[in-house]
């Protein structure tokens, strides 16, 4: 998922790119491998690469004034060691208070966040990596998984019951009490041969700073491979006049954050299928050979 920023005072405009790149097959080596051996990644359908998808919302890419997490060209951040949001060190990329960069490791080298301001009040944290699920930062001790939930208010499938009591999502949690079930995350940084994390004992503590931003009611996090979000908020693809920065009055927040149990096992089995079966190039689904092939 990619985000456009636009500083309304001077109409500057920038874009946090954290979707996948149409050609997945020019990824680097390292990455490429990773595709062709199976590894985290099962599939592969990109139709149209983020230029493409900001042409067809008649936004002018000539007028972009950066691209972050894009190209190879290297633009090193020089974050102030003395400034900090949370645990993390910050840029503040305007001057205005508009939008930071925030330098969250553990992913990859150089991995940072964005914290987007949307109203005077309120931000939305662009989570990137910092963590693959969402299962990574709930529940939390600041955002405990309730008793019950409105299944059709939280977006739970049809499959769950309304009210939906949440002990169902309590056995394939690693926790050994019904308190820790309410009140630690499903999953950490992986540290298995493979991990999509370069350190992950940093990853997670990036992770529970995150959570930090996660418990605030003024601040929506949207983390790249969150499919809860594409469900809910307007996407430039379909809605291109349309943005999220009444998020808080629309109940994004709510709508989106739990969502993420649709997906956990159930009976041994995903709760959800794949949303991409296979890899896909130009319309086809192919073999991961063909597929890879430069």
Wanted: hydrophobic residues 35%; negative net charge.
């Amino acid at each position: 998922m990619a985000f456009l920023v636009t500083n309304q005072a001077t109409g500057r405009t920038i874009l946090f790119d954290a979707g996948a790149r149409k050609d997945y097959w020019n990824y680097s080596p390292l990455v490429a491998g990773r595709f062709s051996k199976g590894i985290n990644v099962k599939g592969m359908r990109i139709d149209k690469g983020v230029h493409e998808v900001l042409e067809d919302a008649k936004v002018n890419i000539g007028e972009l004034e950066s691209v972050v997490w894009r190209g190879h060209e290297l633009r090193e951040i020089m974050f102030d060691p003395h400034f900090k949001i949370a645990q993390f060190h910050a840029l503040d990329y305007f001057g205005d208070g508009s939008f930071y960069l925030l330098n969250v490791p553990g992913h990859a080298i150089g991995h940072m966040c964005g914290l987007a301001r949307t109203t005077s009040s309120t931000f939305v944290l662009l989570g990137a990596d910092a963590c693959h699920f969402a299962g990574s930062l709930r529940p939390s001790t600041y955002v405990p998984l309730p008793a019950t939930l409105d299944s059709e208010a939280f977006g739970l499938d049809e499959v769950f019951p309304s009210p939906c009591p949440c002990a169902m999502f309590g056995d394939c949690h690693p926790g050994h009490s019904e308190e820790s079930k309410r009140t630690t995350s499903y999953y950490t940084a992986s540290e298995a041969a493979g991990s999509a994390y370069v350190d992950p004992n940093v990853a997670n503590q990036s992770i529970e700073g995150v959570k930090q931003f996660d418990a605030s009611p003024d601040v929506l996090v949207c983390l790249a491979h969150d499919p809860g979000l594409f469900e809910v908020l307007p996407l430039l693809n379909t809605s291109p006049k349309n943005n999220i920065n009444d998020w808080q009055d629309k109940g994004y927040k709510e709508k989106t954050r739990w969502r993420f149990l649709n997906e956990l096992p159930r009976d041994g089995k995903p709760g959800r299928k794949s949303i991409i079966f296979g890899f896909w190039r130009n319309g086809k689904n192919v073999d991961v050979t063909a597929a890879m092939k430069k």
